[in-house]
């Protein structure tokens, strides 16, 4: 089963816009919730993670909203630039797993100039 | 500075055919994993190690071995391929949870090889 649900699976924004992909979980063990970007014939970087005792963490252009009551999890691309294109995995795990991440089904994202 | 290093990058395999994925990481890091992905399925899980001479089962462990002989090595082996194991196959890497911390500062974080594209006929 899908413990990890993303949407949209593919997403065209326009340079300057808003960047936004969802993602809920069914497991509320989970603990550490972080999205990982992959560009083409690369494998997945961190960009940003959250855990539950915060509802928003922000990096730069990038932010992760997180609602614990209702299980779900964003991440929002400020200022979105062509530089941004790429699949976005959002994922979850329980800390004490081992990072053994469950990984959402990806975002394909386009930004157009 | 390679980091986690994945061998070979392309492989066209016949049905039946038997071959093995080589993990190489340089950062001393206890955990390792091996994940398959697919087209609209993300990343899931197939075996993974949390120390030398260990492995677990993941997700989707059926039709795979894997070995963790030396702490920097993880192999993953398929006895049989099978078409249904088309695939792009990434190794990961990841310290320690709660002893050492990554330099975003994330004790969780994962360290991705390039990539390994599997195709079985």
């Known amino acids: 089963q899908q413990q990890v649900k993303q949407s949209p699976q593919s997403l065209i924004v326009q340079k300057g816009g808003i960047s936004i992909i969802n993602c809920a979980y069914e497991?509320?063990?989970?603990?550490?919730f972080p999205w990982y970007q992959q560009f083409p014939g690369k494998g997945p970087a961190l960009l940003i993670a959250?855990?539950?005792?915060?509802s928003e963490k922000k990096e730069g252009r990038f932010t992760i909203s997180f609602n614990k009551s209702a299980k779900q999890f964003s991440l929002h691309i400020m200022d979105s630039q062509p530089g941004d294109s790429a699949t976005y995995f959002c994922a979850a795990s329980v800390e004490t797993s081992g990072s053994r991440l469950t990984f959402g089904e990806g975002t394909q994202l386009t930004v157009n100039p | 500075n390679a980091g986690v290093t994945q061998t070979p990058k392309f492989r066209v395999l016949k049905t039946g055919q038997s071959m093995t994925l080589l993990c190489a990481q340089d950062m001393n890091h206890e955990y390792m994993y091996w994940y398959r992905q697919d087209p609209g399925m993300g990343l899931r899980l197939i075996h993974y190690s949390v120390g030398e001479g260990t492995t677990a089962k993941g997700e989707v462990p059926d039709g795979y071995n894997v070995s963790r002989l030396k702490k920097q090595n993880f192999l993953l082996g398929l006895e049989s391929a099978a078409p249904s194991q088309t695939s792009v196959y990434f190794c990961a890497s990841s310290p320690r949870q709660g002893y050492h911390s990554t330099p975003s500062g994330h004790t969780g974080e994962l360290f991705f090889g390039e990539g390994s594209r599997l195709t079985v006929l």
């Open positions: 959250i855990r539950p005792d915060v």
């Open positions: 497991n509320t063990a989970f603990d550490y």
